[in-house]
């Protein structure tokens, strides 16, 4: 309730006392809750432990079985993080699609591991526009006053996990994993087995806004910390070209210099520089630029898919070429793999 003012000497109305007073009593509470380490919002945590992997496992365990044929190399996406810019996936992947380019492998980071284990379900790019189009974000916050986070996750779990069908993770017909980071260390992991919901919490687990998530390796937290771009592991899954989409350094940035703005644009400095030479190894980097400002905003969502699907056009010559290029190559080399990776970034500016 907004308060409606003073009088002459100082008085204050009846609703802005009642204003002041709910407000007193929530901030109580929420410190209380705080300085306890209690959770006035506790629910049961869904879902298996994740048993991540490491980038050195995913290595040395071996490739996929070649399944596009002798000539053909096989496909890989490395889909970033960023938040709702995660919808710009969504249209990368419907411009993939019309192209006719065949993916087999998806590593996503975040947002991107959400969008990518829904399409290495077997959902179509309709099905999966009309679920996250769908969405209430406010569906997905549960919760969680307490010592370590706001959010619990469950309601994310849940939702990614739906979106996933409720598969399995190596029961997908594309082989797909999530990338998340070990807090202590800060080290990139890859899970890529069991639970698909459990595995997207971990991956988009923003450290301070939702709680970190258990698993044999420790407490797991977002993984945009350590490998916003997952082009390492989609290249150790098995992927001999990497198409990577990064929807988060080439989008705008925040301005303005308030106390929260300047904490987020130092972050934003931070992650880019030290996901830039991860990014720079995709064979293709597509770089949408993507700026969502408001939640519940369905126009903002459309925006960010056709940021997506144009970027991805744009970048699609490149990305024929390079693949011409490897079968050539593989040809050549009687169906070994070629020649080294052409990086090229490419950016939408619409």
């Given at each position: 309730?907004?308060?409606?003012?003073?009088?002459?000497?100082?008085?204050?109305?009846?609703?802005?006392?009642?204003?002041?007073?709910?407000?007193?009593?929530?901030?109580?509470?929420?410190?209380?809750?705080?300085?306890?380490?209690?959770?006035?919002?506790?629910?049961?945590?869904?879902?298996?432990?994740?048993?991540?992997?490491?980038?050195?496992?995913?290595?040395?365990?071996?490739?996929?079985?070649?399944?596009?044929?002798?000539?053909?190399?096989?496909?890989?996406?490395?889909?970033?993080?960023?938040?709702?810019?995660?919808?710009?996936?969504?249209?990368?992947?419907?411009?993939?699609?019309?192209?006719?380019?065949?993916?087999?492998?998806?590593?996503?980071?975040?947002?991107?591991?959400?969008?990518?284990?829904?399409?290495?379900?077997?959902?179509?790019?309709?099905?999966?526009?009309?679920?996250?189009?769908?969405?209430?974000?406010?569906s997905l916050t549960d919760?969680?006053?307490?010592?370590?986070?706001?959010?619990?996750?469950?309601?994310?779990?849940?939702?990614?996990?739906?979106?996933?069908?409720?598969?399995?993770?190596?029961?997908?017909?594309?082989?797909?994993?999530?990338?998340?980071?070990?807090?202590?260390?800060?080290?990139?992991?890859?899970?890529?087995?069991g639970d698909v919901g459990?595995?997207?919490?971990?991956?988009?687990?923003?450290?301070?806004?939702?709680?970190?998530?258990?698993?044999?390796?420790?407490?797991?937290?977002?993984?945009?910390?350590?490998?916003?771009?997952?082009?390492?592991?989609?290249?150790?899954?098995?992927?001999?070209?990497?198409?990577?989409?990064?929807?988060?350094?080439?989008?705008?940035?925040?301005?303005?210099?308030?106390?929260?703005?300047?904490?987020?644009?130092?972050?934003?400095?931070?992650?880019?520089?030290?996901?830039?030479?991860?990014?720079?190894?995709?064979?293709?980097?597509?770089?949408?630029?993507?700026?969502?400002?408001?939640?519940?905003?369905?126009?903002?969502?459309?925006?960010?898919?056709?940021?997506?699907?144009?970027?991805?056009?744009?970048?699609?010559?490149?990305?024929?070429?390079?693949?011409?290029q490897e079968r050539a190559?593989?040809?050549?080399?009687?169906?070994?793999?070629?020649?080294?990776?052409?990086?090229?970034?490419?950016?939408?500016?619409?």
């Amino acid at each position: 309730m907004k308060a409606r003012g003073k009088g002459h000497c100082g008085f204050v109305r009846e609703g802005q006392w009642r204003s002041r007073w709910f407000g007193a009593g929530l901030a109580i509470a929420v410190v209380a809750a705080i300085l306890t380490g209690c959770s006035i919002f506790h629910k049961t945590s869904i879902g298996e432990q994740p048993s991540p992997s490491t980038l050195d496992d995913i290595r040395s365990a071996g490739s996929l079985p070649h399944k596009a044929g002798p000539s053909a190399p096989v496909i890989g996406l490395a889909l970033g993080g960023g938040g709702l810019r995660g919808y710009a996936h969504i249209g990368v992947l419907q411009a993939l699609e019309e192209f006719g380019i065949n993916v087999e492998v998806v590593a996503g980071t975040s947002a991107g591991s959400i969008i990518g284990a829904a399409y290495s379900s077997g959902r179509t790019i309709e099905e999966i526009r009309q679920a996250a189009g769908n969405l209430d974000v406010s569906s997905l916050t549960d919760w969680r006053l307490s010592t370590t986070s706001l959010l619990r996750g469950d309601a994310l779990a849940k939702w990614a996990s739906d979106m996933a069908q409720n598969m399995p993770i190596e029961k997908m017909p594309r082989r797909f994993g999530a990338v998340a980071a070990i807090l202590d260390t800060g080290e990139a992991v890859l899970i890529d087995k069991g639970d698909v919901g459990m595995a997207i919490r971990a991956s988009a687990a923003i450290p301070g806004s939702m709680q970190p998530v258990e698993s044999t390796l420790g407490l797991l937290v977002d993984g945009g910390i350590s490998s916003l771009v997952p082009v390492r592991f989609a290249r150790a899954m098995g992927a001999e070209v990497v198409i990577g989409v990064d929807i988060y350094c080439n989008s705008p940035h925040r301005s303005g210099s308030t106390f929260l703005t300047t904490i987020a644009r130092a972050s934003r400095t931070q992650t880019c520089l030290i996901s830039g030479v991860e990014s720079a190894e995709a064979d293709v980097l597509i770089a949408p630029r993507v700026e969502i400002t408001d939640v519940k905003s369905a126009a903002q969502r459309e925006e960010a898919i056709l940021a997506g699907y144009l970027a991805a056009r744009v970048a699609m010559p490149t990305v024929l070429n390079h693949l011409r290029q490897e079968r050539a190559a593989r040809l050549m080399a009687g169906g070994s793999r070629g020649m080294p990776a052409l990086v090229v970034s490419i950016a939408s500016r619409r």
